[in-house]
């Protein structure tokens, strides 16, 4: 009982998380009811099968990789407003993508995965030594370097796609989308798992990083060797999500702020409490976009893009009072 | 025991350490004196690797620190730096339990909780111990960077300008805490200093830094002459004996 207590918030997500789940399943355009399902009808154990459980999990799982992504992105670039959408590694995920689709036809989503996951940590390791050299004095100086960075580099993407006619295809991984996840091509989403545990294994040396460079020697932490392991960890996640999602924005942003704004900053703690805020945000989304034009849907992108920004904007002026 | 020989480190073209030499006595404050851009903190970062020396030899226990595993030698020597502004929202007790790093890979046991727990009520800090540092006044924050550094438990502790930021009377409190640190818990406090006066009154040995070379070292009695201070700042000072303590003039 003490222990329910003690996580009572935790426990509350994952039990939201649940009921949420069990929502996100029964709503579609076919309806399915319990008792469907164990008389063992055939289509309704099909639809359930291929096309809702995977989406469900690609719900959760993309929720899970993305805010944690942005919480070790904050940690390693030791600033609040660095995320992998603020620090070019999407970009850099999407111009990977895009290569892979013009250069090698017939590309495998594995193959896809793995080029986006190089151009990302290409991306990601430019702005953090662009940030590194620059030593800017002003905090919201870094995630607007990473902004313009990563427009350049999405400039590039979007001539890529003019010149070889990929606009229409580009289209559907630059905004995110769960309408066309389907069993079978989501599950390279699972890459964030092994990811998020080596994360939590070693939160403390993470943590240790982002109190910078002289305490980390401190401590007998290798700055460098961490501080690459995690943006590679980042770049892994962000790219798993580019590739069988799509672009999402905000969420690696938001979730980390909101839980470093009442939990503080102990990366091991907040792991699994921006894991639970992760999935629930985005899949409270989901559940909005599915449900608001019903039996149609708007994409995901849109609708983290409406809730996101304006809990940013909340995030900043609420900022400014504590400041 | 910590011994540096002929320590030489240049940044491009400038000679900022100039063949250093220094032993560190054991269980003692020693005090790193001398203007802006002596060397001293440079020093400081070479001792604790945080850069790498050009030229010579830094001993602890008879083997050269290059020689240290990392891990090893943050058992062994840590190192506060001056400007230690953490942008991260930790709880005094969660920063504090990051000096059991070294010892505890993260995995806290008892004892490193133990450890935790003295070095709070050391430096007094119990009562905040689950406060977000950056709630904390200047002088308390100081004091939580320093009970982390007691509770990595080292044998040497180097504080770089450590006064910074603190009023006379915390100035003055931090530095009886460090002498407490010092005799009571047998540790061996190095520390870069500005004024000289407190260096006179709390250390036990002082060493003068200028242009990157030692131009005196020694005892506090022996450091606090007229003669060797005005070399060092050129400019003139006067030295008085107040309550058996040398304190020096200086306008």
Known sequence: MRLLLKYKWRVLGIVLILALSLVSLSIGVKSISLSDLFSQDDLSIKVMLVGRIPRLVAVLLSGIALSVGGLLMQQLARNKYVSPQTGATIDGAQLGVIIAMVFIPSISLKEKALMAFLFATISTLIFMYIVQKIKFKDIIFVPLVGMMFGGVISSTTQFIAYKYDLVQNASDWLQGDFSLILKGNYETLFLCLPCIIIAYIYAHHFNIVGMGESFAKNLGVNYNVVLYTGLIIVSLLTASVVVTVGTIPFVGLIVPNIISIYKGDQLRTNLIDTSIVGALFLLVCDLFGRLVIFPYEIPIGLTVGIIGSAMFIALILRGKKHA | ?251
């Open chain 2, 1 to 251: 025991m910590l011994q540096v020989q002929e320590l030489s480190k240049s940044f491009g073209q400038k000679l900022v350490v100039d063949g250093v030499s220094l032993e560190i006595h054991k269980n003692k404050i020693t005090s790193f004196i001398g203007p802006n851009g002596a060397g001293k903190s440079t020093v400081f970062n070479l001792i604790s690797r945080l850069i790498m020396r050009d030229e010579g030899h830094i001993g602890l226990d008879e083997v050269d620190i290059s020689n240290w595993k990392s891990n090893e030698l943050s058992k062994r020597i840590a190192i506060l730096k001056q400007n230690n502004s953490l942008q991260l929202k930790l709880t005094v007790r969660e920063l504090v339990a990051f000096g059991r790093f070294p010892h505890s890979q993260g995995r806290l046991n008892e004892e490193d909780e133990t450890k935790i727990d003295e070095a709070l009520s050391y430096m007094e800090l119990e009562e905040f111990s689950d406060k977000f540092i950056d709630e904390l006044s200047g002088g308390q924050r100081q004091r939580a960077y320093i009970a982390m550094v007691i509770a990595q438990d080292t044998d040497y502790i180097l504080l770089d300008e450590p006064l910074n930021n603190l009023d006379i009377k915390h100035a003055m409190n931090f530095m009886k805490m460090i002498q407490k640190l010092c005799y009571e818990l047998n540790k061996t406090v190095i520390i870069v200093m500005h004024d000289i006066n407190f260096a006179s009154c709390y250390s036990d040995y002082i060493v003068a830094f200028k242009e990157g070379q030692i131009i005196a070292s020694g005892s506090t009695e022996d450091i606090m002459k007229e003669h060797i201070l005005e070399e060092i700042y050129e400019i003139p000072f006067a030295i008085h004996e107040l309550n058996g303590k040398k304190i020096c003039v200086y306008y």
